[in-house]
């Protein structure tokens, strides 16, 4: 009893290794159905050496074999394969359907997919959608070196001003915070019209714009976000569906792969602000709970800006950047990065800064994008992959948004700081990446589909002739005739009974069980209950044969006849 019960353990505990994503070698359909085939291996185990006195108080009629279990685990995997096809094989606007009321219901868990989930669109592995996002209460993210993000600067000098700071390439903003969520407000989107010479103004125009050129996949559906150098103060399209300070949706590009425009932006960080000018004091901050004192005390004295430097600085000091956070008590995400585990990645740093600044009375914002990215000299370009997907703060100081840089400058965007390819080295091109993309998702796809749908048949053909067998093989536990044949393998008191009745008139009939006939019988024998009960655990419960008590039965049955 004790081994059964520690192989069905470690057969939970594979299982549960498994959909968990180990080994990373194979697949997640592969992974599922090992864990299916364990638990129901490890069950059926179990339940095969069981003897019935295991379970006193429940019953079944008969005991479950091999093929039970065969069957029952066949028919789980077969109802898993079909699932997968379904989904697979479902239209594009049931799925969006799906990611939208997840994103609704369920905001923490529909963060914690798009984390994990692997894209064949372009898009920012920290955000479920361009609307609202959930800090996870637990996170293990594995991002990839995809390349999503393509800018060319014309002009080398901007090439060599932007290596020497941190770059920061703006697609998403979010800016209302609430019960752990970020969403976006804001007033009713503006239709922006290009003039005369095909731009349209997005902010101030003044010296030290940088003219760059993007190039970007299509996510499609009409959630395609206007992506630049952050500060973008024009972009070159025919029109721009505007939803934020800086923020717009792109126009419908039709069967295209992907966009290219121009685009024009300052960039500007908070290390850019000259330290001389006046920024003001800001509110005092009432340190009523735990955040507040923190913020008090990451704030320290000094301007605005000042405050704002000593925040950054603060939560770059103080707090460790981590792609796996595990919150073993189950706090709530941002009170777990503050206060519990001190550990996260640049979201949790961004949302920590971006409140703290709101308390000191700065207007304060969370944008999401890339950082970082290499440099391909010859060519001029920067390339931004998935790995660089990053989330920043941005404050408004005097009229223009700042970014201000809370994550500590580790590989994954943190910093921001770009790399320069080897000399000679060539970038990979746009037009490569999103025909590969393309073939992958269409490839992927029918791969999915044909292997789950090809598994479905196979192992519902199994299950189906795994539970015919069993029928097949089923003993026919009520039928009296049958019951003709056991008991004498286990000795002559059945065959002594039979004969006794028919000498006394009283012939079994047809379908009858035992219990019935002594039920129906006007004057039962007295050792009825006895042969009753012994008929019945030897044939039915898989009790061993008593000998001595079939000779003590086949003397009464004599003396009774």
Not at 94 to 114: C, D
């Amino acid at each position: 009893m004790i081994l059964r019960l520690i192989g069905l353990c470690l057969a939970g505990g594979g299982a549960y290794a498994l959909l968990r994503g180990w080994p990373e070698d194979l697949t997640a359909l592969v992974r599922s159905c090992l864990a299916v085939l364990l638990l129901v291996g490890g069950l059926g185990c179990w339940a095969a050496k069981r003897k019935n006195d295991d379970l006193p108080i429940a019953k079944g009629v008969r005991k479950p074999g091999i093929r039970d279990f065969l069957a029952m685990g066949m028919g789980i995997l077969a109802l898993e394969c079909g699932f997968l096809w379904l989904l697979n094989a479902a239209p594009e606007p049931l799925e969006e359907v799906a990611i939208l009321m997840e994103a609704k219901f369920q905001p923490a868990a529909a963060a914690e997919r798009s984390g994990k989930a692997a894209s064949t669109d372009v898009g920012n592995w920290l955000w479920s959608d361009e609307k609202r996002r959930a800090l996870p209460r637990r996170t293990n993210l594995k991002p990839g070196a995809k390349p999503e993000i393509f800018v060319k600067l014309p002009q080398a000098k901007d090439a060599e001003l932007l290596l020497k700071r941190n770059v920061y390439v703006r697609a998403i903003i979010l800016d209302e915070f609430e019960d752990g969520v970020w969403s976006r407000g804001g007033d009713e989107p503006k239709e922006l019209e290009a003039d005369a010479q095909g731009w349209i103004g997005l902010g101030e125009r003044g010296d030290g714009e940088i003219l760059h050129e993007i190039f970007h996949g299509k996510v499609g559906g009409g959630r395609d976000t206007l992506t630049a150098l952050q500060g973008v103060r024009a972009v070159r399209l025919p029109s721009l569906k505007v939803v934020a300070d800086g923020m717009g949706f792109l126009p419908d590009v039709g069967g295209t792969s992907g966009y290219s425009y121009l685009a024009s932006s300052i960039p500007t960080t908070l290390e850019d602000l000259p330290k001389t000018e006046d920024w003001g004091q800001g509110k005092a901050v009432v340190a009523a709970g735990r955040f507040a004192a923190l913020a008090t005390q990451a704030a320290g004295e000094g301007d605005l800006l000042k405050k704002l430097l000593n925040i950054q600085s603060f939560l770059r000091d103080n707090f460790s950047y981590s792609l796996m956070t595990e919150n073993r008590d189950n706090l709530d995400p941002l009170e777990n990065f503050l206060f519990a585990e001190k550990r996260g990645h640049c979201e949790f740093f961004a949302t920590a800064a971006a409140l703290m600044a709101r308390e000191i009375g700065v207007e304060a914002r969370v944008a999401y994008g890339w950082a970082g990215g290499e440099y391909f000299p010859d060519s001029r370009m920067f390339v931004f992959r998935a790995r660089e997907a990053h989330a920043w703060v941005e404050v408004k100081m005097k009229g223009v948004w700042v970014v201000m840089e809370p994550t500590p400058p580790v590989a994954l965007g943190g910093g921001g700081s770009p790399r320069r390819a080897e000399p000679g080295e060539k970038p990979p091109t746009a037009e490569e990446v999103l025909a590969e993309e393309q073939e992958e998702t269409a490839d992927k796809g029918g791969d999915v589909g044909k292997t789950s749908l090809v598994l479905m048949g196979v192992f519902g053909a199994v299950a189906v002739t795994a539970f015919l067998l069993k029928g097949l093989r089923r003993k026919h536990d009520f039928r009296f005739e049958d019951d003709n044949q056991g008991p004498k393998r286990r000795g002559g008191y059945f065959a002594a009974w039979r004969l006794a009745c028919e000498k006394k008139g009283l012939a079994c009939r047809s379908g009858y069980t035992l219990k019935r006939q002594l039920a129906e019988m006007n004057a039962p024998p007295a050792f009825a209950d006895d042969l009753r009960d012994y008929h019945y655990a030897v044939l039915y419960e898989e009790k061993p044969p008593d000998t001595d008590r079939e000779e003590r039965l086949v003397t009464e049955i004599k003396r009774w006849e």
